[in-house]
């Protein structure tokens, strides 16, 4: 995921990294496979928590102001604002989802607010497509996630979708399921010689 998003909702960050700091606290930090901005990483941690707490409180209502201004407007750009949203509490919420973070909470409103917007155009977008797949990795049962992308053509044509899928059914011992080569062989020739030698090393 690209952390292009996150240039306007990240806080002012601190021109000095303490390392041990970070050391200290990397027990508590959730990994990303999109990696973390060291530096907001270091301010976050540094700063007392209750002043912490209400910039948060201050860049959150800022960004969910957005998030419905762009869902009204027409020619708004709700998947967008949704994003800002979304990766700013990843970033500002190192402990991952949480009471405290509500990330879990906001992944689902997310991707179901986002399904039917635009008449359903936003469904093939990779940035919607990365939203769910946010979700699915913070959900009990994540092969139900990708069960209904697939049944909804929720991101069908992007290869990152089925390396997911596969990812999560081999992490779970399982083999890939028979209902999903129909969509596979609808959407294959749309991929490149390289996405297609990965799907084949991770789904046969």
Known sequence: MSTDLLE???PLVANIVDCDLLEAAKENVQP????RRVTTLSEILATPHAHRESKISATRNKLRINVELA??????????A???????????????????SGLLELLEEATRVL?????????GDPKYLKLWLLYASFVEKPTIIYKFLIANEIG???A???EEHAAVLERDGKYVESDLFPFLRGYFSTFTESEKQTMLMLLV
Do not use: F
Not at 71 to 80: A, K, N, T, Y
Not at 82 to 100: D, F, I, K, M
């Open 156 to 158: 069908t044509q992007h």
């Open 82 to 100: 949704y994003c800002r949203l979304v990766y700013w509490t990843v970033e500002n919420y190192p402990q991952g989802h949480s009471a405290e």
């Open 32 to 35: 990303l496979t999109m990696g």
């Open 8 to 10: 306007d909702a990240t």
């Open 71 to 80: 869902i009204e407007d027409e020619d708004g750009d709700p998947l967008e």
């Open 160 to 162: 990152l979708l089925y």
């Open 115 to 123: 399904k039917d917007v635009k008449r359903g155009s936003l469904r």
